[in-house]
């Protein structure tokens, strides 16, 4: 399937999309390039007024928005609209912050007068993927746009509709054409696109594959990235944790978004002493969600995004039964229905060699452990190649300060399930990427980090 609208509940094609040619490609370049030079000296204030016009936009249409995510990758329509909101706040939190995190920072020195100045970099191009439609790019959009480089996005080919409407709120919003623009093309034109002088960094929040491919096409060219990739998110839970809290958060923090986030807790890995309590109401818990229409408001699964990412998951479900692990409950696609629907799952004792411990489950498969000790929680839970988030439950402090220093991951959640917050810095370790995105941090990957010395 090329660039299109297929309804992932239903499996219908509303809408195909041309790719754009290569003349069209360059004609946006072009416009980029040509914008980002008036651009650049655009002030703070300008640019901030523009994003506080973008969060009204998505918060006056944030039903209409919300129903663009639902029909394009199924996510329950609540969620839809939530994550509109939460764009709007990451627009403010730059408009509000964004000055302060980019003002001259005064440096003692040899000088009579040092100095860090922070100024744009010129084009950036986002490779985006489906999960979080809007959220994933605004949350570039908006400290990019902030600093005062311009946006290329190559967004997912399955949310072309996501794609343009958030080019057209950001041009509502009254930033300058050209400084947001949404590219319409396959992943075999971003090497393409990466090389053109003019095109100075990339992000791209995907796959390790796409990952890959994207830092090496870039660093043929000595171009910056940052990379947002998968993980398996471990989700500790030890005796003396607020086992209800943790039970009914490890629910939340499995299935949101049809269990399709990166940070999603994907291993629960739970001491022996409580972990058949903890596996009983986990079992209950999943059993009562609701599956079913994601445009139905008291829909809490909707369908995977596509047919293939709903035949590969399965596949690993099945591969982790053939090599002897156990399921506890769902385990095969949803019958008699013409969308992806899978339905939630447990799979544990899962033999020590199987392969299925260093997978990334991509949908509602939780894979659950049971562990003696802290000891061999913590070696779980950095036993594969991620190391995006996690998040540990206890209330021994002892245990706490060894959780938050040993936990190879980007983030340490204690007590809380992983989530995204403009105000504190998100990213991972190891094969989950590298760079930061959000707070301070992100705003300041894609800029030129000047020193100035005055004699
Ligand atoms: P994906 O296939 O890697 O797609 C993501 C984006 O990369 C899409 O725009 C895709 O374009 C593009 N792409 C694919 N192959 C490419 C290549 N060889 N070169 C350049 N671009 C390429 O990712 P996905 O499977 O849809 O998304 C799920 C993965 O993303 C999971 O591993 C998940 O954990 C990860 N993820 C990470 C974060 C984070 O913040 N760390 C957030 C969300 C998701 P097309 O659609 O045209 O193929």
């Not at 480089?149 to 709120?169: R, T, W, Y």
């Not at 060219?221 to 990739?229: P, T, Y």
């Not at 829909?299 to 995004?305: H, V």
Request: charged share 20%; glycine share 8%.
């Amino acid at each position: 399937m090329g660039i299109a609208t297929l309804n992932p509940a239903t499996g219908e094609l509303i809408q195909a999309f041309e790719p754009l040619t290569d003349e069209a490609i360059a004609q946006k370049i072009d416009l980029a390039q040509h914008t980002f030079e008036q651009y650049r000296h655009t002030h703070f204030a300008q640019r901030a007024e523009w994003l506080r016009a973008a969060a009204h936009i998505l918060e006056e249409e944030k039903e209409t928005f919300g129903q663009m995510m639902t029909l394009e990758m199924g996510k329950p329509i609540k969620a839809g609209i939530s994550e509109a909101e939460k764009c709007a706040a990451v627009c403010r939190f730059y408009a509000d912050q964004g000055a302060a995190f980019l003002k001259d920072i005064e440096v003692a020195s040899d000088a009579s007068h040092s100095f860090i100045r922070y100024q744009p970099l010129g084009i950036i191009l986002a490779v985006m993927p489906w999960n979080f439609p809007f959220w994933q790019v605004f949350r570039f959009a908006a400290p990019a746009l902030m600093a005062g480089n311009v946006g290329l996005l190559k967004h997912a080919s399955n949310v072309p509709q996501c794609a343009l409407a958030i080019e057209s709120i950001l041009r509502r919003a009254g930033f300058p054409e050209g400084a947001f623009q949404s590219l319409l093309v396959g992943s075999d034109k971003v090497a393409q696109i990466i090389a053109d002088d003019r095109v100075k960094a990339a992000t791209l929040t995907g796959s390790e594959g796409a990952g890959a491919s994207l830092a090496s096409a870039a660093g043929k060219h000595l171009k910056k990235v940052v990379l947002e990739l998968g993980g398996s998110d471990p989700f500790i839970v030890m005796e003396s944790a607020d086992l209800d809290t943790a039970i009914a958060t490890a629910v939340t923090a499995r299935m949101l978004n049809n269990g399709q986030t990166c940070i999603a807790a994907k291993r629960f890995i739970v001491q022996e002493s409580i972990a058949d309590t903890f596996t009983e109401q986990l079992v209950a818990k999943f059993a009562a969600l609701k599956v079913g229409d994601p445009m139905n408001p008291d829909t809490q699964i909707g369908p995977l995004a596509t047919a293939t990412i709903l035949k590969e998951l399965d596949a690993q479900v099945q591969s982790c039964l053939q090599q002897g692990g156990k399921l506890l409950i769902g385990g095969a696609p949803l019958p008699d229905t013409q969308g992806n629907y899978y339905p939630p799952t447990i799979l544990t004792d899962i033999p020590p060699a199987a392969s299925t411990h260093q997978e990334e489950f991509f949908g509602p498969v939780a894979l659950l452990y049971r562990v003696p000790d802290l000891d061999t929680a913590i070696q779980l839970a950095n036993s594969t190649s991620f190391g995006l988030g996690s998040s540990a439950w206890t209330e021994v402090e002892a245990e706490r300060d060894r959780l938050i220093n040993e936990i190879e991951a980007g983030c340490v959640f204690i007590n809380g399930m992983v989530k995204s917050d403009p105000r504190l810095p998100f990213g991972g370790v190891k094969r989950s990427g590298f760079g930061r995105e959000l707070s301070a941090e992100g705003i300041r990957e894609f800029v030129n980090i000047k020193t100035v010395w005055v004699k």
